[in-house]
T-cell receptor, first 114, second 111 residues
Framework: EAGVAQSPRYKIIEKRQSVAFWCNPI?????LYWYQQILGQGPKLLIQ????????DSQLPKDRFSAERLKGVDSTLKIQPAKLEDSAVYLC????????????FGPGTRLLVL | KQEVTQIPAALSVPEGENLVLNCSFTDSAIYNLQWFRQDPGKGLTSLLL?????REQTSGRLNASLDKSSGRSTLYIAASQPGDSATYLCAYQTGANNLFFGTGTRLTVIP
């Protein structure tokens, strides 16, 4: 079974630029999550989708971050404009049903904002 | 406020030793608690999941316990191997399905 795919794996941008990350969850997984993991910290949830609807985006900085999951499969996370403090690993995860089961994580996208 | 503390932050042990990683949390309304492993440059892998009604779970050389009343969980690794070197994260889930993570314990097993 293929795992959660993410691209790109690494991205270096300058502050105030824009960047987008892509995630393809495990086939059949209805729930998709985006997490931000700053160096030395645990992952923090940014947004959770159930199919193509948003379940929780309370921790998403909506003035600069946006995410969508068109057709309830792939998802993109965008940052515009980026700040230095956005440097982190962005992890995508998926789970089968309502999130109460095991979440499967992708390898992450490591973002460095200069 | 949800807080998850993991002690120690880093640990080095010689190969073959048994070890215990600690996790404490402040939220009493947890749905389950999980232990994850994170290797450098890779995502997280779920190791063990303990439902709130359970006391422990075992998988191979790993045993995780949960004491909801005291807000503590431990991960016991028996007969450690160099391949166990990684960062171990604990996280709990509430009814809202969100995972709240600790900061992790970085384990190094020395051959």
């Amino acid at each position: 079974e293929a795992g959660v795919a993410q691209s790109p794996r690494y991205k270096i941008i300058e502050k105030r630029q824009s960047v987008a990350f892509w995630c393809n969850p495990i086939s059949g997984h209805a729930t998709l999550y985006w997490y931000q993991q700053i160096l030395g910290q645990g992952p923090k949830l940014l947004i959770q989708f159930q199919n193509n609807g948003v379940v929780d985006d309370s921790q998403l900085p909506k003035d600069r971050f946006s995410a969508e999951r068109l057709k309830g499969v792939d998802s993109t996370l965008k940052i515009q404009p980026a700040k230095l403090e956005d440097s982190a690993v962005y992890l995508c995860a998926s789970s089968l049903a309502d999130g109460s089961e095991t979440q499967y994580f992708g390898p992450g996208t490591r973002l460095l904002v200069l | 406020k949800q807080e998850v503390t993991q002690i120690p932050a880093a640990l080095s042990v010689p190969e073959g030793e048994n070890l215990v990683l600690n996790c404490s949390f402040t939220d009493s309304a947890i749905y389950n608690l999980q232990w994850f492993r994170q290797d450098p440059g890779k995502g997280l892998t779920s190791l063990l999941l303990i439902q709130s009604s359970q006391r422990e779970q075992t998988s191979g050389r790993l045993n995780a316990s949960l004491d909801k009343s005291s807000g503590r969980s431990t991960l016991y690794i028996a007969a450690s191997q160099p391949g166990d070197s990684a960062t171990y994260l604990c996280a709990y889930q509430t009814g809202a399905n969100n995972l709240f993570f600790g900061t992790g314990t970085r384990l190094t097993v020395i051959p």
